[in-house]
């Protein structure tokens, strides 16, 4: 009994894992097709005051929302990016523990190295 309702558990998280990436991805689509229109928006507004049919305040309202937008964007890709780690650990993704980090060769300047370069390659 134990065994099922954990197998039940199981499926459960990785369908709710699931909905919630799929979601995000949503989100992303109907966000990025908003970015269009909104850069869209700035560029027909820039093209109005310049042509003198408007004032200034429609090109930096237009770029306002456009950055908004953007904004909603990053945080939505972040969103996705989290969503699809629930996912990773709910169909029991593993997880790598590195703990030592490999040592980090101290550069040479470049006259040191061009000379042992030079070195190595004309040794037969």
């Not at 993704?93 to 061009?114: H, L, T």
């Amino acid at each position: 009994m134990n065994y099922r309702k954990t197998i039940l558990n199981a499926v459960q998280q990785v369908d709710t894992s699931i909905d919630g990436y799929q979601a995000q991805q949503a989100r992303l689509e109907k966000l990025g097709t908003a970015m269009t229109a909104g850069q869209r928006a700035v560029d027909l507004a820039t093209a109005r005051y310049d042509r003198g049919l408007t004032d200034f305040l429609n090109v930096v309202d237009a770029e306002r929302q456009f950055y908004d937008l953007q904004e909603q964007y990053a945080e939505a890709q972040v969103a996705q990016g989290e969503q699809f780690v629930q996912l990773y650990k709910s169909l029991g993704g593993g997880w790598q523990n590195y703990q030592a980090v490999p040592a980090i060769r101290r550069p040479q300047p470049a006259i040191v190295a061009a000379f042992r370069r030079v070195l190595s390659s004309s040794e037969p």
